[in-house]
């Protein structure tokens, strides 16, 4: 599937592109007062400034007749969008674009994936041996190192959420408890008050790692069906070889 680049770079997907990062620079000031730094706001923050950055490194290299130099900001440029695709959940896409990537990249299904992305995105960056350079990619090959922390101690923690004899009656139970409303979808604040509630000793980010890791219709909330199919089926130590299966014989 080829992605046509005018939908990608549509005037909707700019604009929204563009109150993306006027939200997050008010969730930053909020950030930044309660010490509570989100790990989709920190990647979001960093591909805005990949993108900036790369953008006028890549006009430099074109004045000055560096090829080089300006096809690694373009690399930079494109793994900048990536980054905003993965944790945008705000940038409308076609569903197929996001089921291509994940079929061609699967490892940026994984939190431990998305970093290792991110942190080669940042070390490109710092080829340009600008100080601007070496402080965002700095700063994104930071964020990087953080995503694979976070998912690898977050994998522990769901191994032992599987390992639990928690069964779906109780878990349902949870679910309704942190659902006053009936709704039936809950975001990040009520999983996060799901898996206290249910024993899970998880610290901020490895929530918010889970939370991101659980296949879901919306980005920003799950329903119960959601949480308990990835609960009795996630096994992160085969996970790539069986959704390599499932994608069949085109899969490479």
Same mark, same amino acid.
């Given at each position: 599937?080829?992605?046509?680049?005018?939908?990608?770079?549509?005037?909707?997907?700019?604009e929204?592109?563009?109150? /993306?990062? *006027?939200?997050?620079?008010?969730?930053?000031?909020?950030?930044?007062?309660?010490?509570?730094?989100?790990?989709?706001?920190?990647?979001?923050?960093?591909?805005?400034?990949?993108?900036?950055?790369?953008?006028?490194?890549?006009?430099?290299?074109?004045?000055?007749?560096?090829?080089?130099?300006?096809? !690694?900001?373009?690399?930079?440029?494109?793994?900048? /969008? !990536?980054?905003?695709?993965? %944790?945008?959940?705000q !940038?409308?896409? #076609? #569903?197929?674009?996001?089921?291509?990537?994940?079929?061609?990249?699967?490892?940026?299904?994984?939190?431990?994936?998305?970093?290792?992305?991110?942190?080669?995105?940042?070390?490109?960056?710092?080829?340009?041996?600008?100080? =601007?350079?070496?402080i965002?990619?700095?700063?994104m090959?930071?964020?990087?190192?953080?995503?694979?922390?976070?998912?690898?101690?977050?994998?522990? *923690?769901?191994? %032992? =959420?599987?390992?639990?004899?928690?069964?779906?009656?109780?878990?349902?139970?949870?679910?309704?408890?942190?659902? #006053?409303?009936g709704?039936?979808? !809950?975001?990040?604040?009520?999983?996060?008050?799901?898996?206290?509630?249910?024993?899970?000793?998880?610290?901020?980010?490895?929530?918010?790692?889970?939370?991101?890791?659980?296949? *879901?219709?919306?980005?920003?909330? /799950?329903?119960?069906?959601?949480?308990?199919?990835?609960?009795i089926?996630?096994?992160?130590?085969?996970?790539?070889?069986?959704?390599?299966?499932?994608?069949? #014989?085109?899969?490479?």
């Open positions: 599937m080829v992605v046509d680049s005018a939908t990608l770079f549509s005037t909707e997907n700019l929204n592109a563009g109150d /993306i990062a *006027k939200m997050k620079m008010l969730e930053l000031r909020a950030s930044v007062k309660t010490g509570d730094w989100s790990l989709r706001l920190l990647a979001l923050l960093g591909g805005v400034a990949l993108i900036f950055t790369a953008v006028l490194e890549l006009v430099s290299n074109i004045l000055n007749l560096n090829v080089l130099g300006a096809l !690694i900001e373009i690399y930079v440029i494109f793994l900048g /969008i !990536i980054v905003l695709v993965l %944790e945008g959940s !940038i409308s896409l #076609p #569903p197929k674009f996001l089921h291509t990537l994940h079929k061609y990249a699967l490892f940026l299904k994984y939190i431990w994936g998305r970093g290792l992305l991110y942190f080669v995105a940042g070390s490109l960056l710092v080829t340009g041996m600008q100080w =601007m350079d070496y965002v990619g700095g700063f090959c930071l964020v990087g190192v953080l995503y694979v922390c976070v998912g690898r101690s977050t994998t522990n *923690k769901l191994k %032992e =959420m599987r390992q639990s004899e928690l069964s779906e009656r109780t878990l349902r139970q949870s679910f309704t408890e942190v659902d #006053p409303e709704t039936g979808l !809950i975001g990040l604040d009520q999983f996060r008050a799901l898996t206290n509630s249910i024993g899970l000793d998880m610290n901020r980010r490895q929530s918010e790692a889970a939370f991101l890791h659980i296949e *879901k219709v919306d980005n920003d909330q /799950i329903t119960f069906e959601e949480l308990y199919t990835w609960f089926s996630w096994d992160d130590s085969d996970a790539i070889s069986r959704a390599g299966n499932q994608m069949g #014989p085109d899969f490479v």
